[in-house]
């Protein structure tokens, strides 16, 4: 079995948008939960519509955060 070098990695396509949300969402979510919440963009995307452009995962994903953020401050 050949190991993987980090040059014959792909790039992170969902970088960008990771780094984006992580800094607007820093003050009210956790980095994990920004994660959990791309890849589940991420999939959800790929189920309705084939693919996953990393404009709409990070759409979705900011509104996954958004109604988090809402339910959190309801309940506090």
């Given at each position: 079995m050949s190991e993987i070098s980090m040059t014959d990695q792909e790039p992170d396509p969902y970088e960008h948008v990771s780094a984006a949300?992580?800094?607007e969402f820093s003050e009210v979510h956790p980095a994990t939960t920004v994660t959990?919440?791309?890849q589940a963009a991420h999939?959800?995307?790929?189920?309705?519509?084939g693919q996953a452009h990393p404009g709409?995962?990070?759409?979705i994903a900011r509104k996954?955060?958004?109604?988090?953020a809402?339910?959190?401050s309801e309940r506090g």
């Open positions: 949300l992580r800094d959990r919440c791309i999939y959800g995307a790929l189920e309705v519509t709409l995962v990070e759409r996954h955060l958004e109604v988090l809402l339910v959190a």
